[in-house]
């Protein structure tokens, strides 16, 4: 089956730094596009990144370009998330998601991950 395993998450001041993963498992990886989705507190879902099946081509929300930095392993089955810069805006549950397709299309994810944590507070 499909697993797909956020971590990383914590506490951070503004202005500090964290690197999420998504441990993959249950299907080529190396075959698919990954996405990361975050969701704040009383929020609905906002797209943050994404990134086609070779790291080649990478995407973001306005919002995170020049401060966040989507990567993959493929050797590894695992996709990061470097965030840089954090703002209390931040603040939300981080989500991994697997695309149906090897390319990024908007909204085309089929698996989830249950997420992880991220809360940017002086």
């Known amino acids: 089956e499909v697993q797909l395993v956020e971590s990383g998450g914590g506490l951070v001041q503004p202005g500090g730094s964290l690197r999420l993963s998504c441990a993959a498992s249950?299907?080529?990886?190396?075959?698919?596009?990954m996405s990361w989705i975050r969701q704040a507190p009383g929020k609905g879902l906002e797209w943050v990144s994404s990134?086609?099946?070779?790291?080649?081509?990478?995407y973001y929300a306005e919002s995170m370009k020049g401060r966040f930095t989507i990567s993959r392993d493929n050797a590894k089955n695992t996709l990061y998330l470097q965030m840089n810069s954090l703002e209390s805006d931040d603040t939300a549950v981080y989500f991994c998601?697997?695309?149906?397709?090897?390319?990024?299309?908007?909204?085309?994810?089929?698996?989830w991950g249950q997420g992880t944590q991220v809360t940017v507070s002086s």
């Open positions: 249950g299907f080529t990886f190396d075959d698919k596009a």
């Open positions: 998601a697997k695309s149906i397709y090897d390319q990024v299309v908007a909204g085309q994810l089929d698996y």
């Open positions: 990134i086609n099946w070779n790291g080649v081509n990478t």
